[in-house]
């Protein structure tokens, strides 16, 4: 039986010190808006025991912002690690001898130590045994083991797993020999082929690289006539060897479900369902809660069998199902489908965060509990949190009143780019901030 829990409780379970390197180069691809100064997120996972590094200093300010909130992080636990300003953050703590004296320095003897990433690739491998020698002590790393995720996140094989055990899919084909690694002209004919007969299904086609983040390997063909451009493009490209073509279904939602698999004692927690805001090609764009989809019990039911299957093959930590939900045109039914699979923290976890502390700081203070939030990137010009707060301050989260706009990026505001969640009793009031939180800022760019 799958057991709900909250973001905090999950983490709580470890009683040591846990080392937060949320670096999100580790998996994303150039060209996508992301950098790792997106880890200054953990900060809102923190507990007091904990350590969180970041590339960057963080404001006082929102710092104090953040505590009068609920949230437990310590500043002199913040660790920056210096580097090249492209360097991830990975590399940045292995030669940044300072800050490794700073973490040294946190932990106590013969405690529990673990290294909490965003995921799990080639670096944070080798971080984790870097850190186990500098700090002369063991060093766990939490999540699935690397030869397990890489298999977990790919589009193909998800796709063939869920043939497998029931879960349902798009209409579509995986084709393997679109680009042969050793060549230097793709063989692009079985992609157009697979296209074609897609095409027919609904008149609309979704190409997906079975290795990708943040959509950098999907491409749509929204008609016959986009097929040469989008080949074209492909063509150029020697990232994926392998795609998957399907039928592009116009969705009415696209609930994501977060579990925690234990690896203690295999025990499977659902953490948070959400609707993920997907824009025009299909990059996610935010989180709206609750979910609208009308058939939660039954994505909830491939939710909890998949999960005992990937727990069965020895995957633990974090996993996040993304799913699309669409009208049956023959039926007028609504039916779901399963899109892909991400073994590692999901970004609307950090959100969900924020709402469980919230919610408890709420509780606690006999003040007016959040129900409902929505999410979002605003781009503008660069800016700090004291301009942010001088901008939209009686928009800001009312610990009196339970409803208001909480920026959870600050790394990324000196970038111009704001992320944050708006806080509400009910989706529209939070929808109503967020929209005046916008306004405030169209005029900033």
Not at 80 to 86: F, H, K, S, Y
Not at 204 to 215: F, L, N, R, T, W
Not at 325 to 351: P, V
Request: proline share 5%; aromatic share 8%; net charge negative.
């Amino acid at each position: 039986m799958i057991t709900p829990r909250t973001v905090p409780d999950v983490l709580s379970h470890f009683h040591g010190t846990r080392i937060f390197v949320h670096a999100v180069t580790s998996t994303s691809t150039p060209g996508i808006n992301l950098t790792d100064e997106e880890s200054h997120r953990a900060l809102i996972l923190a507990r007091p025991q904990d350590i969180v590094v970041v590339p960057s200093p963080v404001d006082s300010d929102i710092l104090d912002y953040y505590r009068t909130l609920g949230f437990k992080v310590e500043p002199h636990r913040i660790v920056v690690a210096t580097g090249p300003e492209d360097m991830p953050l990975p590399e940045r703590l292995f030669t940044d001898t300072s800050a490794l004296e700073h973490i040294a320095s946190l932990i106590d003897n013969n405690a529990h130590i673990c290294l909490d990433t965003f995921a799990i690739c080639d670096r944070e491998v080798k971080l984790v045994s870097y850190l186990s020698h500098i700090l002369g002590q063991p060093v766990t790393l939490t999540g699935a083991p690397l030869e397990i995720a890489n298999v977990v996140n790919r589009k193909d094989t998800v796709r063939r797993m869920a043939l497998d055990i029931g879960v349902p899919v798009t209409p579509g084909e995986i084709v393997n020999d679109v680009l042969e690694t050793d060549s230097t002209l793709p063989n692009m004919y079985s992609l157009a082929d697979a296209i074609r007969r897609q095409l027919v299904i609904t008149g609309g086609v979704v190409i997906k690289g079975a290795v990708g983040d943040s959509g950098s390997a999907i491409f749509i063909i929204p008609n016959e006539s986009a097929i040469d451009d989008v080949l074209q493009i492909i063509a150029k490209r020697r990232d994926n060897v392998i795609y998957q073509v399907e039928a592009f279904l116009n969705l009415a939602c696209a609930p994501n479900a977060t579990v925690w698999i234990n690896p203690d004692d295999d025990e499977i927690s659902l953490v948070n369902f959400t609707d993920q805001r997907l824009n025009e090609k299909l990059v996610f764009a935010g989180s709206i809660f609750p979910s609208t989809t009308k058939q939660y019990l039954e994505i909830i039911e491939m939710v909890e069998m998949f999960s005992h299957h990937l727990r069965n093959k020895g995957l633990h930590g974090w996993v996040g199902f993304d799913f699309g939900e669409y009208t049956d045109s023959s039926t007028e039914e609504r039916r779901f489908f399963l899109s892909e699979i991400n073994a590692r923290y999901n970004g609307g976890l950090y959100a969900k965060a924020l709402l469980d502390v919230l919610q408890a700081h709420q509780r606690e203070h006999t003040y007016p509990i959040p129900t409902a939030y929505i999410t979002e990137n605003i781009l503008t010009s660069p800016i700090n949190f004291a301009k942010l707060r001088t901008i939209s301050e009686e928009l800001l989260f009312d610990q009196t009143k339970g409803y208001g706009i909480i920026p959870f990026n600050p790394g990324r505001l000196k970038d111009g780019k704001v992320s944050v969640a708006s806080f509400g009793v009910d989706i529209n009031e939070a929808q109503q901030l967020i929209k005046e939180f916008r306004q405030r800022f169209s005029n900033c760019t």
